[in-house]
């Protein structure tokens, strides 16, 4: 399965932008999947992540205004994110596990104004 990110690109500061993750076959079976994110300089970190059964959970720097989803029919992770800052900015990955990882390229989300 190869995983596809899209959606990024220049936002304001306040604004939202929704990325997506297209899987070329099925994601039913990805016990879990997530965003994470790797800023110039800095650490790839988990933005946000949605088991099989539906639970999510998000660091404390992106919660409340960055929502996870996934469609299983449409092979297709989500993350909505609002109220997007400068610290934001980052190369955004999406990431599926089941037996394996699968890594998805990155697409860059860009917060400025």
């Known amino acids: 399965v190869q995983l596809q990110a899209s959606g990024g690109g220049l936002v304001q500061p306040g604004g939202s932008l929704r990325l997506s993750c297209a899987a070329s076959g099925s994601i039913f079976s990805f016990n879990y999947m997530g965003w994470y994110r790797q800023a110039p300089g800095k650490e790839r970190e988990l933005v946000a992540y949605i088991t099989s059964g539906g639970t999510t959970n998000y660091p404390d720097s992106v919660k409340g205004r960055f929502t996870i989803s996934r469609d299983n029919a449409k092979n297709t992770l989500y993350l909505q994110m609002n109220s997007l800052k400068p610290e934001d900015t980052a190369v955004y990955y999406c990431?599926?596990?089941?037996?394996?990882?699968?890594w998805g390229k990155g697409t860059q989300v860009t917060v400025s104004s």
């Open positions: 990431h599926g596990y089941y037996r394996l990882d699968y």
